[in-house]
């Protein structure tokens, strides 16, 4: 009986310490807050409150996609402990240091330690195919290494194909061991066939696990290959000329980070062929467009300004994406070296604004196509759409949330036993002024609030304590966020 006495008496402190401190701190919080506490009464946790919100929340849109064609990346995942390979590798700990591209296993290390002490996902090309292939080998030997379907578009395609009312066709390059993997509902096109498979290779990092001096702040991933099929994306054309029997009511495209370990030559030329190629599906059809990992700031930009954003509907990005394509294009909060912890909603709102307002249509007379973001971070997400363009994205928000929970557990559902909340409970519209102060409610947990003609959903995520594992959760995200969500009818959709 003491041990619950001292619990509420420390809890009836607790609401007089945060109202004293704040007395505008927001009722649903306080209300949630005067409740028994779970250990002491058995009341629902704001974990439990929050995932049995989600199931009224998340309902499919009224029409739904039947056909999604899906391209152009496309590998098989060894995915295994990244101090584990280094140091059977004999590589010692050192200093972390970015590399655009990698040369060695010097620079493979230096790249792992950068971004493991920042608890952050990259992913590299390794130019020299011998020394790659060395390292791949010792991978697939190393204890626990684990093959699995790779590749934003392969992962995205595997998530759709989890819906039997959706047909899924998958272009890109497809081996032999990839192909035993895919769901079977996926449609492959032969001419996506070949005979070797291209494999890329996951350093994987528990949250607090050291090597040398460093320490990972939270679990992720550094992923490296030597792929030239998909870094010279050689399935586009192929994957573009399948739709005219496909058919499909949604394309999903990624792989473009790939082009950009390939030179700068190589690249400016193959974007080119790229924008010509999306641009005779931008009038058929709605374009969702999957961004990752980049470093180089002319090939973000082509990406971004007069090539590749403007013809997309919508876009799919994790938050170091969202800042680097910030810096690329010397936009909001540009000068951030970094996130530094989970981003601040109103710098991140402010990013999500200016690319719709620079590079897509929250200007009816702009001539571009993108009127939708997907945004993800461990801690939130957040969905801004051009008014009048999409519908149920409350929805699609939450079920983006959802699965990253269920999925980085590796469950079929959410275990709130497992999962913890990390979002903040008040945020702001804006960093800078005028700005509008909301807050998180755990009974209604998608927050929506406007500015101008875009409208923002964020949506909590509850974290996996103990995640089995991080790569391909943006592409399921995305992918379940595209499958909630429903677009109106616009020219030239008609």
């Not at 990346?73 to 970015?98: E, F």
């Not at 590749?151 to 066709?169: D, E, F, H, R, S």
């Not at 030179?263 to 999957?290: C, F, S, Y």
């Not at 007379?365 to 973001?373: F, G, K, N, W, Y």
Request: proline share 6%; net charge negative.
């Amino acid at each position: 009986m003491w041990q619950k006495a001292a619990g509420a008496a420390l809890l009836a402190l607790a609401v007089g310490y945060f109202y004293h401190t704040n007395p505008e701190l927001p009722e649903q919080v306080l209300q949630y807050l005067s409740l028994p506490h779970p250990s002491i009464q058995g009341e629902p946790t704001l974990e439990q409150v929050i995932a049995t919100a989600w199931e009224t929340l998340i309902t499919p849109p009224a029409h739904q996609w039947g056909r999604v064609a899906v391209g152009v990346n496309a590998c098989v995942d060894v995915v295994v402990s990244g101090i584990g390979l280094l140091q059977a590798l004999a590589v010692d700990p050192g200093m972390g240091r970015d590399h655009e591209v990698l040369h060695s296993k010097e620079d493979l290390k230096e790249a792992f330690i950068h971004y493991m002490e920042r608890g952050s996902a990259a992913e590299r090309f390794f130019t020299d195919k011998e020394v790659f292939q060395r390292i791949a080998q010792a991978a697939a030997e190393y204890p626990g290494a684990q093959l699995y379907v790779g590749g934003n578009a392969a992962l995205i395609g595997q998530k759709l194909a989890t819906y039997p009312q959706l047909m899924v066709l998958l272009c890109g390059p497809v081996g032999p061991k990839l192909h035993e993997m895919l769901d079977e509902q996926i449609v492959v096109p032969p001419e996506s066939l070949q005979e070797t498979d291209e494999y890329h290779l996951i350093l994987e990092y528990k949250a607090g696990e050291q090597w040398g001096a460093t320490q990972a702040p939270q679990a992720n991933r550094f992923i490296f290959s030597h792929d030239v099929s998909n870094g010279e994306m050689r399935a586009l054309e192929m994957f573009v000329a399948s739709l005219d029997e496909f058919q499909p009511d949604l394309v999903v495209l990624s792989g473009l980070h790939m082009m950009e370990g390939q030179g700068r030559q190589m690249w400016e030329q193959r974007l080119k062929e790229a924008v010509a190629t999306i641009a005779d599906v931008r009038n058929a059809v709605p374009v969702h467009l999957e961004l990752a990992s980049m470093t180089d700031k002319d090939y973000m930009n082509s990406i971004m300004q007069e090539q590749v954003m403007p013809i997309v509907t919508s876009i799919g990005l994790n938050e170091q994406e969202l800042l680097f394509l910030s810096q690329a294009g010397t936009g909001p909060h540009a000068e951030l070296a970094s996130w530094g912890g989970i981003p601040d909603v109103g710098r991140v709102s402010d990013i999500l604004l200016w690319v719709l307002e620079q590079h897509g249509r929250s200007d009816p007379e702009s001539e571009a196509d993108l009127t939708r973001i997907h945004f993800h971070t461990l801690a939130y997400h957040v969905l801004a759409t051009v008014d009048g363009h999409w519908a149920n994205q409350v929805a699609a928000v939450a079920a983006g949330a959802r699965v990253a929970s269920i999925q980085a557990c590796g469950l079929q559902s959410i275990d709130t036993s497992k999962v913890v909340l990390k979002a903040p409970l008040e945020f702001h519209s804006s960093h800078g002024e005028p700005r509008e102060k909301l807050s998180l409610n755990p009974t209604e947990p998608v927050t929506v609030w406007h500015r101008g003609n875009v409208t923002f959903h964020l949506a909590p995520v509850l974290v996996c304590k103990q995640p089995l594992r991080t790569v391909g959760l943006g592409d399921a995200i995305s992918a379940e966020g595209l499958v909630y969500s429903e677009i109106r009818p616009q020219l030239p959709f008609l």
